[in-house]
């Protein structure tokens, strides 16, 4: 039968306690150090549903690496608390997740991160926030794996990988960055870089769950 990914005992997706366990908790999350891309010209400020650790970094593994897909819903209230923190009261919003490798997306079934995403926004419409998703990025050439490598490894990586793929949902809307874990932020920055190429500087990095950096960070 299935279990919970924070304690295994028997549950669906997540255990009463463990659900409580992850309940939103949005604060701002910048990666240390902080990547330049996301203080000039203007700040984009990341904001984080929760700290990657605990029971939250294993629903978060459960549900990206295993395809417990079921944590999609909980997951996104993460996602959406973060989010909301970056909505300024009557400006129609755009949540642009980061784009998914056809690689990644072979390997788990689908583009989970635009799913997640999907559902944040379906929870922000319901309180009457004005916010559609889109698929405004893609992959310009192929990358690494990013795990296991650091953070001057993880920016090489991704520069130049992303390329704008449509700007139509973009126009007068602010535009909020969505992935589902920051860690050094290299992923979120080049999607920041080509985004603000274009004219379309994102208001704010909107994630489930923030990597702790050091002692501070393990709120």
Known sequence: GATCPGCGSPAVTLCRRCGLAIRPDPYVAWPSPTPPTLRTPTRVVPVSGGVNSGVLRAALISWKETGRFGLTSP????????????????????????????????????????????????????????????????????????????????????????????????????????????????????AVRVLSAAGHRPAGIAVVAATPRGPKDSR
């Open 75 to 190: 997951l996104s209230h993460l996602l959406a608390s973060a989010t909301a923190q970056l909505v300024l009261p009557g400006r129609p919003t755009v949540m642009v997740p980061v784009p998914t490798s056809r690689r990644n997306k072979r390997a788990r079934g689908s583009d989970v991160v635009d799913e997640l995403a999907r559902a944040a926004a379906r929870l922000l419409r319901g309180v009457g926030v004005e916010i559609v998703v889109s698929q405004a990025l893609t992959y310009a050439r192929a990358t690494h794996d990013q795990a296991g490598l650091d953070a001057e490894h993880r920016a090489a990586n991704l520069r130049g990988a992303f390329r704008l793929r449509t700007t139509r949902a973009l126009v007068e809307r602010d535009v909020v960055v969505v992935d589902d874990i920051l860690t050094t932020g290299a992923t979120v920055v080049e």
